[in-house]
């Protein structure tokens, strides 16, 4: 196993749900497995759990994540300061989007 994904929180009466998603093994980044992932279990979520928004969160410092979603088509939405702390250190979370008409 090289990392985990899941669809949660899904909410039937506005078509929502959230996305967590982790490659926690560093030899498998960058080989278009976090891509893939994600285009599968959103077309699973759109398809399958009826959903007709997906949303999730990522540290804003990440920008390898932040350049996955965007190209599953993923928009950034917004920003909350501050709101993640990791040895010690503050970090923005950036909020992302994507409606089931945007998946690339």
């Given at each position: 196993m090289i990392g985990s994904v899941r669809v949660r929180d899904a909410?039937?009466?506005t078509?929502?749900?959230?996305?967590?998603?982790r490659i926690g093994d560093k030899e498998y980044w960058g080989r278009g497995y976090a891509t893939d992932t994600?285009?599968?279990i959103c077309r699973?979520?759109?398809a399958e759990m009826r959903l007709h928004r997906i949303r999730l969160t990522v540290v804003?410092?990440?920008t390898a994540a932040i350049r996955v979603y965007e190209k599953a088509g993923f928009?950034?939405?917004?920003?909350e300061r501050e709101a993640f702390r990791r040895n010690g250190t503050?970090?923005?979370m950036v909020i992302m989007g994507l409606l089931e008409?945007?998946?690339r």
């Amino acid at each position: 196993m090289i990392g985990s994904v899941r669809v949660r929180d899904a909410e039937p009466e506005t078509g929502a749900a959230e996305l967590d998603l982790r490659i926690g093994d560093k030899e498998y980044w960058g080989r278009g497995y976090a891509t893939d992932t994600v285009r599968v279990i959103c077309r699973y979520g759109f398809a399958e759990m009826r959903l007709h928004r997906i949303r999730l969160t990522v540290v804003a410092e990440n920008t390898a994540a932040i350049r996955v979603y965007e190209k599953a088509g993923f928009i950034v939405e917004g920003r909350e300061r501050e709101a993640f702390r990791r040895n010690g250190t503050w970090h923005d979370m950036v909020i992302m989007g994507l409606l089931e008409g945007d998946l690339r």
